[in-house]
């Protein structure tokens, strides 16, 4: 599991995932972080940029559901 991936995990673990919003919120986040993976790719993007692409969308994410 990539670094920010492990770590928005273990900040979303602070929630209650049971709760319908919540879970929306996590998963909507996963999806979107797997188009950036796609559209990394598509672009070609070098690995490191790829990954950055993916660490920011992570790190928008962490404050507060």
Same mark, same amino acid.
Do not use: G, Q
């Given at each position: 599991?990539? =670094?920010?991936?492990?770590?928005?995990?273990?900040?979303? =673990?602070?929630?209650?995932?049971?709760?319908?919003?919540?879970?929306?919120?996590?998963?909507? $986040?996963?999806?979107? =972080?797997?188009?950036?993976?796609?559209?990394?790719?598509? #672009? $070609? #993007?070098?690995?490191?940029?790829?990954?950055?692409?993916?660490?920011?969308?992570?790190? =928008?994410?962490?404050?507060?559901?």
């Amino acid at each position: 599991m990539p =670094a920010h991936r492990k770590h928005f995990a273990d900040y979303a =673990a602070h929630y209650n995932a049971a709760d319908p919003k919540v879970k929306l919120k996590i998963d909507h $986040t996963y999806r979107v =972080a797997a188009l950036c993976d796609c559209i990394a790719k598509s #672009l $070609t #993007l070098p690995p490191e940029d790829a990954d950055l692409a993916l660490a920011f969308r992570y790190a =928008a994410r962490c404050r507060p559901l």
